[in-house]
Each structure stands twice: as structure tokens, then as C-alpha cells.
């Protein structure tokens, strides 16, 4: 792919991970939003690697690659990545195991290591990325690879290709929930989180009980603090941090590991993940300039950057 323009639209960690792939590759990439990383939704994630509120026929590759990208990452403490294990609680009969698939050495939880009313769970050891560290450490990985990046609200793909100044082989769409107005796709929802950050009382593993009947929970220890989370309003676009869910989410969360409860307040946050009945990752047509599309990941953008960052990679060197 040498010497190929690309432009990609959207700059949180999809199109930072799209373009640090494609520099690698010998690309030349400019990268257009109209906010920065810390400022997207990709900085409000919990970032454990979990397939949260996503879907695709190739989800378990992408998962796979994915987990052994970041793997690699965690050998490297820069990265802000590291490898946590935890455990993800089933109430219900039917939960999805499919993502075990990717994870080696998993094993089935015990009775005792599962909460009350829990019918099952899983232990595994994945991938927890501190944000505060993990992006700006992508953002320098493309800086030193040559890729560019401009503030810009992009109206319209034809723009791009019209701009002498781009003048893009290629052009990406990971734009997150913009990504459907520019590709005229309206199956594009918000689905709005919420997190809190507490201090963290020395605990060390993950858990997340998605199916929790009083609301969405999962606690997700970092570096310097732990992420309580969390809630999933399909359809909501209130960015605001709203009390209730906040002290909603404390309850539950220390309910779930009672070492919480009381644990000081270190910062809060809300967003809005890029929902969509299944992720789009093809090739687009209709346009002046070749398209790929790449959004509608949900809860897993971080968990599935790398596995989707080489697809898109493959099709941009076949077109």
C-alpha cells in the first residue's frame, strides 16, 4: 500500500488504531475530526476486552486478533494496557459464550466465586487498558508513523475527494454515530453510558454481570482507579451525568464487590457508543472516491480495534 492517501473520518480509538495500521503498512493517512480522542466516547470506556453490544459474522476473528494485539501491547507498560483476570456473571440459561472461543485458558467460575442469584459464570484472563494512558500512547504511535490529522466536521464523502489538499485514494468512515449521516445509513443509534471513577481499595480483578435485573453492572479496576459502571439507554443521546444513574450505579456496583461501598469519588463520565444492528466493515459504493465504512461497534470499539483495523487494512490494499 505505499504510497496510497487515505483519509479517515472519525478520530477516536477506531480511526486511531484504523490509521496506526495502515501507517505501518506504509500509507499515507490523514485523520479528520472534529474532536480529539480524549474527547470522544472511546475516553469514557471501561476498556476491558469484552464483546459488549456488538455483532458480526467475523466478531470471534476480529476478538481473536484483537486479544492478541493488545497481548502484545501488555509486555510494554507504556501502553497503559494489562492483563486482568475476572469474571463474567450469568444469570440466564442462555448466555452468549461465543467469545470464549478467542480466550485461551478460560474456565467455568465455581459456586463460590459467583454472586447471589448468579446461575453460572466464566473466568478469564483479558486485556484491561488504562485510557488515560492507552490513547495518548496510540496518538503518539501515529505521530511518529507520519500520519496527520486536521480538526474538521466533514460534510459530505465528495467533499474529501474534491479537496486538492487530501486528495485521498481511499477514504474510511469511522466516524462513530456520524458515520451513518455521512453514509446515508439510518440504522445508526446512540446508546448511552455512564461510569463512575472511585478510588481503588486494592481490589485487582475484573467482574461484569450484564445481566444484573436492577441494571447493567460491571467493575473494571485500572491503574489508579476503578470504573463502576454502568447503564445502556438505547436511544438516548444525553451526554449529561445524570445524579440517580450515578448513585444508582455506586449501589450496585458495591452490592457486587462490597470492598467499594464508600470509596471516594475521582472523576465521572458519559457517552454516547455508536449502536447498530450489526457492525459495518465493507467496502461502500457510490461515491467519488473509493469507500470503506467501519462503525457500529457499540460497547466493544475498544475491544475489537485491532482485529477490525487489519480488516480494514485488507481491503483498502484489494481495492
Known sequence: ?????????????????IAAELARAGTSVTVLADRTAEESVSAVAAALWFPYRSGHPSLVTWLERSLHRFTELAAD?????D????????????ADRSWTAAVPGHR???????????????????????????LPWLLARCERAGVRFLTRTVGS???????????????????GLRAGTLLGDDSVFPIRGQVVRVANPGITEWITDDQDPAGVTYVVPRRHDVVCGGVAEVGSWDEGIDPDTERAVLARTAA????????????????????????????????????VACYGHGGSGVTLSWGCAEAVAGLVADL
Open 1 to 17: 500500500m505505499s504510497g496510497t492517501r487515505v483519509a479517515i473520518v472519525g478520530g477516536g480509538v477506531i480511526g486511531l488504531t
Open 77 to 81: 507498560p507504556d501502553t497503559g494496557v
Open 83 to 94: 492483563l486482568r483476570s475476572g469474571l463474567v456473571v450469568e444469570r440466564r440459561p442462555d
Open 108 to 134: 467455568e467460575a465455581t459456586p463460590e466465586e459467583l454472586p447471589p442469584g448468579a446461575l453460572a459464570g466464566v473466568r478469564a484472563t483479558v486485556p484491561v487498558l488504562t485510557v488515560p494512558a492507552y
Open 157 to 175: 464523502i465528495d467533499e474529501l475527494a474534491a479537496d486538492p489538499a487530501l486528495a485521498p485514494d481511499v477514504v474510511v468512515v469511522a466516524a
Open 256 to 291: 457486587l464487590v462490597p470492598a467499594l461501598a464508600g470509596q471516594p469519588v475521582l472523576g465521572r463520565a458519559a457517552g454516547l457508543r455508536p449502536g447498530r444492528p450489526s457492525i459495518r466493515l465493507e467496502q461502500v459504493e457510490g461515491h467519488a472516491v473509493p469507500v
